[in-house]
């Protein structure tokens, strides 16, 4: 609350630095946070190694979550700086990537689908 308040005094006198006060603040919280989003990927892969999942999905769904959070995140950035297309870019960039990504799972489920149905 305190780099808001800031980033408003400081963007009436030198808007670049009011920027760059969000970019830095926004950086240091993720930094801050790092050590339990470490501790929650831990957590969710020991439950998938005792639940016998295949890792190679758990790590594909943390990859989609972790573009989800940048692409919002540099999206949000973009917004501050008064560029809202360039934000938008953003956004459909994370949305392409998570899509694609996404793709072996859905395959996975359409086959899993598949194959309980019963053929007539």
């Not at 030198?14 to 006060?21: R, Y």
């Not at 830095?24 to 339990?36: A, E």
């Not at 360039?86 to 694609?100: D, N, Q």
Request: a neutral charge.
């Amino acid at each position: 609350m305190i780099a808001t308040f800031l980033a408003l005094i400081v963007d009436e006198q030198k808007p670049t630095f009011a920027v760059l006060l969000v970019v830095f603040v926004g950086c240091v919280i993720f930094l801050l946070l790092m050590d339990r989003i470490t501790g929650i990927i831990r957590m969710i892969e020991t439950v998938a190694q005792n639940a016998s999942v295949n890792l190679m999905y758990v790590e594909t769904i943390l990859k989609i979550i972790g573009i989800a959070y940048i692409a919002e995140f540099g999206a949000q950035i973009a917004k501050d700086a008064g560029q809202g297309a360039i934000a938008s870019k953003i956004e459909l960039s994370g949305k392409i990537l998570i899509l694609t990504l996404a793709i072996p799972i859905i395959s996975v489920i359409i086959q899993t689908i598949i194959a309980l149905i019963p053929k007539a």
